[in-house]
Each structure stands twice: as C-alpha cells, then as structure tokens.
C-alpha cells in the first residue's frame, strides 16, 4: 500500500476561521512533509517531521501550525489564514530521509 | 541555494512523436527522483536515480542520471495523451529536503 491519503478534498474558509487538514499513511513511513503549491509551480516545502518530531519549519507564519499525533498522521490546523494562502496543500511520506516521497492528493484550499 | 532548472517549460507535440525533458543544476545530489502531477492531483513518483551514469526504463519513458550526479533526462517514445502532465524532478541534496525542478508542462496533441 503506497497511499498517502489526504483530507478534506477542497475546504473554503474565511480569514476568522479556525480549520485543519489532515494527513494519513500506513506505509511505516518515518518522515512526513507538508507542501504548498501555487499554480503552475512546484511544491514548495513548508515542514518536515522526522520520527514525530519537527525538524524542519521554513520560516512559515505562526497561522499555520503542524501537529504530528503518531507516525501515521499529520495535520496542520489554521488560523486567521490570508486569501494569497489559498493554494493546494500536499502531505507527503517517505521512508527515511528526503528520498523517494510519497504524495497525496492534496487539499485545494481557499481563503475569502 | 540548490536549483534545479526543467527545459522545456513547456513542450506540446503530437501523439506518436518522441521527446526529451532535461533537468540540470550545478550542484550534485545523492539521488534524483522524477515525478508527474495530473491538475488537482499529487505528483506521483515516476522513478528514483542513484548512481551517476544510470539509466532507468519504464514501459516508454528512459531516465538517466549524468555522470557528475548533477542533471537527468527523461525521454519519452512514441508519446501518448495518458503522458500529459506536469513533470518534475527532485534532487536529495542530504538535508531532509527535496530540492524541486521548476517543472516541464507537457501536452500530447491526439
């Protein structure tokens, strides 16, 4: 099983709104990561977790905030998010390491 | 700062035709993933390199890793719509980040 699933599919929030998306995978997978991705552009990192716990953060705003309860799931909550955050969200899973990640769908989000 | 540069950026040809994605940096990485991404969709892991000078088949798509462990290619033969897509590369450059290509955007014409 190589699937890394993802939800919701599609979320609208407004800019006071408190929401989260959530990550899911059974591959035994030690390192999880959370992407952005604009419009005909390539995912840009935005954190990783290594073994739960949070290893990388690229200077992301405080508005979103990940969460890694056990080894299969990942979640990032939002809050007070921006409309220019509206993006597709995409988790991804590898076994150790950078390589060979496993994405999922992804969650097209956007902010009003 | 590592980067990955994908030409062409876009590329649109006709089914049947062969093709040629090129994915250079000038830094090296210790293994070179290729994925294609469908709109609304995740990328999907097409192929993984790891040793300079490898070449990797898939059905009709031929991956290969420079010797210097710094660029790839991927050709695609006899090209058909189900190839349409976004396609990117991924070099591990050993710091718990993949280092993204900025994308070649691929459309098989029927």
């Known amino acids: 099983d190589t699937e890394v699933t993802q939800t919701p599919k599609h979320l609208v929030m407004g800019m006071t709104n408190k929401k989260s998306l959530k990550c899911e995978q059974h591959m035994g997978h030690r390192a999880m990561y959370w992407y952005k991705q604009k419009a005909k552009k390539p995912p840009e990192l935005m954190f990783v977790?290594?073994?739960?716990?949070?290893?990388i953060n690229e200077s992301v705003p405080s508005r979103f905030s990940p969460e890694c309860p056990n080894s299969s799931l990942l979640n990032l909550h939002l809050h007070a998010l921006q409309p220019e955050d509206s993006a597709l969200y995409l988790c991804a899973s590898s076994q150790e390491g950078a390589n060979e990640q496993y994405f999922g769908p992804g969650t097209r989000l956007t902010v009003t | 700062t590592q980067l990955l540069e994908q030409s062409p950026q876009f590329l649109s040809i006709q089914e049947g035709e062969n093709l040629t994605v090129y994915c250079n940096s000038s830094?090296?990485?210790?293994?070179l993933q290729w994925y294609r991404q469908e709109p609304g969709e995740g990328p999907v892991l097409l192929v993984t390199v790891v040793t300079g000078g490898e070449v990797k088949k898939l059905k009709r798509l031929t991956f290969q890793f420079g010797d210097a462990r710094k660029d790839s290619s991927l050709h695609i033969t006899a090209a058909q719509t189900g190839d349409t897509g976004l396609y990117l590369c991924a070099g591990e450059g050993g710091n718990e980040k993949l280092t993204f290509g900025t994308g070649t955007r691929l459309t098989i014409i029927p």
């Open positions: 977790y290594s073994y739960e716990k949070l290893s």
């Open positions: 830094s090296v990485f210790s293994s």
